[in-house]
């Protein structure tokens, strides 16, 4: 009924694609379904030699190291790729990392772990923004991914650091697509539920509709190709959360405290 919001990605074969935490996760399951589809990869990461170990598994790949945190790196590689490549066609940052943290637990020692999550899954996104948006917007084609969560869509209890940085990136994608769209730039959001990862491993609480990371990985790739700017999944609970966002706040909150009393107990 309605065309898409950015162009579908028709034909995979030499696209220029730099997966930014892809050492593990969703970054290398993506890396490696595109690798398949024929795609030019640079892939980046802090575990070097998980990148390595990626990228003997799979084709017409460059391993390219580094902190998502360091923004010198970040443009270093940026422009390096773009020398060599002559441009970028897709940039998809897939860094992260999620922390547990209560308020009611928390205290001055749990700053550092706050400021990690922020520094890492925001202020790392504009990193990214500041070393590869000068030149897309000059060759006036490309585009850039980010993977966030539907934990940015409410107020979750346990996640005072994690779900803000998501939900600040959720905003920020709706901005940069009004302002980057009118000049031939795509932007996708990407907003998982709960996805069987490294990340997740650790995590002491129940992951309804829980999903692999190459099931992840292929519905993502999938709504670059319709052109989707907002690519959620799986859509029998993100489309629950969704609804969640329309209520009362007392009735959210009602139901939110009901949902977390097991975390609580």
């Not at 696209?15 to 970054?27: E, L, M, N, T, V």
């Not at 640079?42 to 390595?52: C, D, M, Q, V």
């Not at 850039?144 to 998501?166: D, I, T």
Request: proline content about 6%; overall charge positive; charged content about 15%.
């Amino acid at each position: 009924m309605f065309p898409p919001l950015n162009p579908p990605i028709r034909q995979w074969t030499g696209y220029r694609i730099w997966i930014i935490g892809a050492s593990s996760g969703i970054g290398a399951a993506v890396a490696k379904q595109l690798a398949d589809k024929g795609a030019r990869l640079a892939i980046s990461g802090r575990r070097e030699n998980e990148l390595r170990q990626l990228a003997r598994t799979i084709n017409n790949t460059m391993v390219m190291p580094l902190d998502i945190t360091d923004f010198q790196a970040v443009q270093k590689t940026a422009t390096d790729l773009e020398q060599a490549w002559g441009g970028i066609d897709l940039v998809l940052v897939a860094a992260g990392i999620f922390q547990d943290v209560a308020v009611s637990h928390f205290s001055p020692a749990g700053l550092p772990a706050v400021k990690q999550n922020l520094n890492i899954q925001l202020t790392g996104f504009y990193h990214v923004l500041a070393a590869v948006l000068p030149g897309l917007i000059k060759q006036q084609s490309g585009g850039l991914a980010v993977v966030s969560s539907v934990a940015g869509y409410n107020g979750l209890p346990h996640a005072m650091s994690y779900a803000p940085s998501k939900a600040a990136l959720n905003n920020l994608c709706e901005g940069l697509y009004l302002e980057l769209h009118p000049l031939g730039l795509a932007i996708y959001r990407i907003c998982p539920g709960f996805v069987d990862t490294p990340m997740t491993a650790g995590s002491h609480f129940p992951m309804p509709a829980l999903i692999t990371a190459n099931q992840a990985a292929k519905t993502i790739v999938a709504g670059l190709e319709r052109g989707d700017f907002e690519i959620h999944f799986p859509k029998h609970f993100t489309r629950f959360l969704k609804i969640l966002q329309w209520l009362p706040r007392r009735l959210y909150f009602l139901l939110m405290k009901t949902a977390t009393r097991r975390l609580d107990s």
